[in-house]
């Protein structure tokens, strides 16, 4: 298995401001990834997180709005960027370890309120 | 386009009736499906996987390419079985690892 921790984990933000949510794992790992959950829906992915380059989104979510970093193989950071209240979700850090087709583990997530 | 679809929001037995919470898939390629389970205050972690064939805390789910579902099932629902469960569909050939959600089902095992 792996060990994910998230950071923060839950803020409230007024809106207009930015936050940066940080995930770190135990060890190296071949894939992470960026999902969302709104309030009451399921997981949607925003993006994967490539290492040393820049990340791949998914439809309907752009690198200004969710910038995010992955400097090396354990760590990679999500910023959401001039919030509204419609970004009030749980963000959720997910890695794969090993073969593209193995188990992903999931981070504890992040509850995010903006006001 | 690639979809998962839990049609029930909410599932509701009593301890020991047997369970099946439902999902079916839109995909047209070779897919994997997974049972993902989050019990409250914990993190969402991996129930089972079809390529396993398995079964786990006493669940099965069978992948049915004609009827493309892959109901999640147990014959006597235990009170700590109550969770949210999620299916998920992942593309059986690509090197992106990505999953697709459905929309969750609360399994909630009364007494």
């Known amino acids: 298995s792996a060990v994910i921790s998230q950071k923060p984990s839950r803020d409230i933000c007024q809106r207009g401001t930015s936050l940066t949510i940080q995930c770190q794992v135990d060890?190296?790992?071949?894939?992470m990834f960026w999902y969302r959950q709104q309030p009451g829906q399921s997981l949607t992915l925003i993006a994967t997180a490539n290492q040393g380059s820049e990340a791949t989104y998914e439809s309907g979510f752009v690198i200004d709005k969710f910038p995010i970093s992955r400097p090396n193989l354990t760590f990679s950071t999500l910023t959401v960027s001039n919030m509204s209240p419609e970004d009030s979700s749980i963000y959720l850090c997910?890695?794969?370890?090993?073969?593209?087709?193995?188990?992903?583990?999931f981070g504890p997530g992040t509850r995010l309120t903006v006001t | 386009a690639q979809r998962v679809t839990q049609p029930e929001k909410l599932l509701s037995v009593f301890k020991g009736a047997p369970v099946e919470l439902k999902c079916n898939y839109s995909?047209?390629?070779?897919?994997?499906l997974f049972w993902y389970v989050q019990y409250s205050r914990q993190r969402l972690q991996l129930l089972l996987r079809?390529?396993s064939r398995e079964s786990i805390k006493g669940f099965t789910a069978d992948l049915n390419k004609g009827e493309t579902s892959f109901h999640l099932k147990k014959p006597f629902a235990q009170e700590e079985d109550s969770a949210m469960y999620y299916c998920a569909l992942r593309h059986g050939s690509s090197n992106t690892g990505k999953l697709i959600f459905g929309q969750g089902t609360t399994l909630q095992v009364k007494p």
């Open positions: 995909y047209s390629g070779s897919p994997e």
């Open positions: 060890s190296q790992v071949t894939m």
């Open positions: 997910s890695v794969v370890r090993g073969h593209t087709t193995s188990e992903q583990y």
């Open positions: 079809h390529i």
